[in-house]
């Protein structure tokens, strides 16, 4: 087990530019621990446990670090973090965790979903919040915890947009996407991806056709995980080989594996990102993406842990929206060029029309409000 519990900050990882998400909810708070800085409960200790793909992921495990480091340097006190190789690592991590005193444990990611809600069952004086879960197992509409808080997204909207983008610009008519597993955290990005495109195709008389996933049965590609690796490769040179000119990998570091497929095949394939900015996280491949579907989850974090500081936890859904910025998609960066010159305006028409209603963006995995 790679339970390498770290201390503050974890070197090298890249500063995202998703700090301007949910404008419509309580702003971050600036990081340093400046004089004019919250300060938190004296036994106040912020925790976080990683999926697989640990803090340096450039996605969502990372996202998340930064946003409790964010929120603990405000508040003036050193979190504690343990990463997980895999799903047995789970329980013991977050166990680890409470025998060294944390009052606030964030874990990362909805496989967690069961060791997380048994703990705070188990901990009734202790906080908990998950990334990507609604801590709901009963499907009743609440948590089912009174001391945990789920900090979710409803990314099919932001997805919507992006599948929009990926039809408008391709120029083989067969866009494509893959997941790393078949979880609703996973598939609900690929419902808004593959509606997208149909409402392209509706809006513009075309027929852009989407590789690896069928929204009516809810089935296709998957690598089986969350890791880069030749099941991830050979998932997106699949979708290269039936024409595919767009990807959009949904599972963090599996995206790392389909540019590999990408430089490989020596053919112009964009690539979407998921989570975070990807131009902006690893910009040695800025030149493959076309754009990134974004989750505020550094700011959701940091909102969830400076809350708690104060003493002011719930356990109300924090849901990020197109409507309060939580979710969104990042700027075309070097493909500005390449995008319809009019695709801007229609997005921001798309938009509106998710945010109102006249444009109804539905999937099994959206969560409940």
């Known amino acids: 087990m790679r339970n390498s519990i770290r201390r503050a900050a974890l070197g090298g990882i890249a500063t995202l530019g998703v700090a301007a998400l949910f404008a419509g909810c309580a702003p971050a708070p600036e990081s340093g621990g400046t004089s004019g800085s919250p300060a938190a409960d004296s036994d106040f200790l912020p925790c976080m446990v990683s999926d697989s793909g640990g803090f340096n992921d450039k996605s969502f495990n990372q996202l998340g670090f930064e946003g409790l480091t964010e929120a603990a340097d405000a508040l003036g006190v050193e979190p504690i973090t343990v990463e997980s190789a895999s799903e047995t690592d789970f329980a013991p991590n977050i166990d680890s965790l409470i025998d060294q005193g944390c009052t606030l444990i964030v874990t990362v990611g909805f496989l967690l979903s069961e060791a997380t809600i048994a703990a705070a069952e188990a901990n009734p004086d202790l906080e908990f919040a998950i990334i990507d879960d609604q801590l709901d197992a009963d499907f009743d509409g609440t948590p089912d915890v009174d001391n945990g808080k789920p900090i979710i997204f409803d990314t099919a909207q932001a ?22 597993m078949q979880i609703p955290t996973v598939t609900i990005f690929m419902d808004g991806f593959a509606d997208g495109v149909n409402y392209f195709n509706t809006q513009n008389g075309t027929a852009v056709k989407v590789a690896g996933w069928d929204v009516a049965s809810q089935t296709g590609s998957f690598t089986g995980g969350f890791a880069a690796g030749v099941e991830s490769k050979s998932a997106a040179q699949t979708l290269i080989d039936q024409g595919a000119d767009v ?34 996280t690893d910009p040695d491949n800025a030149d493959l993406f076309l754009t990134s579907v974004l989750k505020g989850i550094k ?52 938009k509106a029309g998710i945010i109102d209603g006249s444009i109804p963006v539905e999937s099994p995995s959206s969560p409940k409000q």
């Open 159 to 180: 997805a919507f947009l992006a599948g929009y983008t990926a039809a408008a610009y391709s120029k083989t008519g067969t866009v494509g996407t893959y997941g790393g």
């Open 247 to 280: 990807l959009m990998p949904v599972g963090g570091p599996i995206y790392q594996s389909a540019i590999e497929a990408i430089r490989d095949s020596g053919k112009p394939v964009a690539m979407i990102g998921v989570d975070a900015d990807l131009t902006e």
């Open 299 to 350: 700011v959701g974090v940091s909102d969830v842990v400076t809350a708690a500081g104060a003493g002011e936890f719930d356990n109300t859904p924090f849901v990020g929206t197109l409507e309060n910025d939580g979710v969104g998609i990042a700027p075309f960066h070097d493909f500005e060029s390449q995008v319809p010159a009019d695709l801007q305006s229609q997005l921001d028409d798309v």
